[in-house]
């Protein structure tokens, strides 16, 4: 069956679809999401005062300023971090074990953790991990710090006042053990952190019920859409197509992080090979662990030995490759490294875009658009449901940068058609 669809009755499914993309963000709203259970201040007591504290420096230019309070006037103290000395790309650093959670029936479903932060002088350098940051680093039950796992609390790039923080970092059974680190890996500057609390949270049951509704629902809208597109009247190689495409981009959404880095992992390998140039070693920040599979860098650490107990992570200096100047290899390397995930969003995207579109004449094209566009929203709501997944607007942009992609291409392609059949026709009357 041939011909060109109708698309009146795809406005219902997605319609639908905004709607169950608004229900998922209001759901995934901690306010609403979470119950706290239990609290935990972390004072900034010196490792080697009477009693000791909950915190380590696990490099030098840590300093301790028990004196101070906190803007809770608990006198929780202080801890301030210049960057380590006499190193190249020295980091100086403080890590304590959040007190939450050690207790194997403890159900605890996520941590919230509050901090303040104060910035004074910070210059950044010009790597990534060069930079002031508070993070959680989650630990697996084999001692393995789990770089999926969402982590990030705050990053300091210039001088500020003090300021608070706050974020929520969910707990599953692969996490054995959770820490808080706060590290200075600037040129220059002092970064000061105070005020720091950890909660445990439950979820509330209406949430989880929720979800388990509009996870079905999910599921009902998509199966909808593909029927939908299966009746429609397009050529069975569109109908295909379209099919595979999206559900390609749905795969690309909800796969969680571990199995998706995977299957980006052998490309990235491949291009990281073929691009980097060869560089000299950069020493380690913290004596006894080596240059690469740093934490603090975003990468997946090298796989220690399987050990009875879970070990601290300790922050390194990334690769030479990520600290060299930027230049045009370096850039390429990093787009390698980083922009993977990004480049397949775009290049799906555009593809679905220009299918969808060559299979409709150009006055139906901004219908089609704004299906699309509502797909890419719906691909980002679902990683709501995805603890190692975050729906970010960013992402929503590259998708619609995609779709604008490939409604150019289809443009390109439609133009070169007309002319291609004008030309035959011109010669078909010529011979004539």
Known sequence: MTGYPSFAYFWRPAIAAAVLCLVSVLSAVPLWRYVAVDTAALPFVPPRAAGGGPWRATASGAAFETGRSDSSGTGGGSVRLSPGPGRPGGVSAVQARLPLGDDPDDDIDAVRVT????????????????????????????????????????????????????????????????YLMIYNGARTGVLSARAVRA????????????????ILAWVGVAMWSACLVARARLRPIV????????????????????????????????????????????????????????????????????????????????????????????????????????VGHFAVFALLALIALGAVPPRRWLAVLAL??????????????????SARLVDVAIDSGGLLSGVAAAAVLGRITAAARGWRRRASGARS
Do not use: C, N
């Not at 020493?283 to 990468?299: D, R």
């Not at 699309?372 to 997944?389: G, M, N, S």
């Open 115 to 178: 901090l303040e932060l104060e910035a004074e002088d910070l210059r950044p350098g010009p790597a990534e991990w060069q930079v002031g940051r508070a993070q959680v680093l989650s630990v697996d039950r084999r001692g393995r710090f789990l770089w999926y796992w969402p982590h990030d609390i705050a990053l300091v790039r210039a001088s500020q006042p003090w300021r608070g923080y706050e974020t929520v970092i969910p707990r599953s059974d692969d996490v054995a053990v959770m």
């Open 199 to 214: 909660e445990a949270l439950h979820e509330r049951p209406l949430f989880v019920a929720l979800r388990s509704v509009v």
């Open 239 to 342: 109908r295909v197509l379209l099919l595979g495409t999206a559900g390609l981009a749905v795969i690309g959404a909800v796969l969680p992080q571990p199995q998706l880095a995977h299957l980006t992992a052998p490309v990235e390998a491949t291009l990281s090979a073929w691009l980097a140039p060869p560089q000299p070693s950069v020493p380690a920040a913290v004596s006894g662990t080596s240059a690469s599979g740093s934490p603090l860098s975003g990468e997946p650490p090298a796989q220690p030995t399987p050990r009875p107990r879970p070990s601290v992570p300790r922050p390194s200096v990334p690769r030479a490759a990520d600290a060299a100047p930027a230049g045009l290899l370096t850039t390429l390397i990093g787009a390698a490294r980083i922009g993977l995930k990004q």
């Open 372 to 389: 699309l566009v509502t797909f890419a929203l719906t691909t980002e709501a679902l990683q709501l449901f995805v603890i190692t997944r």
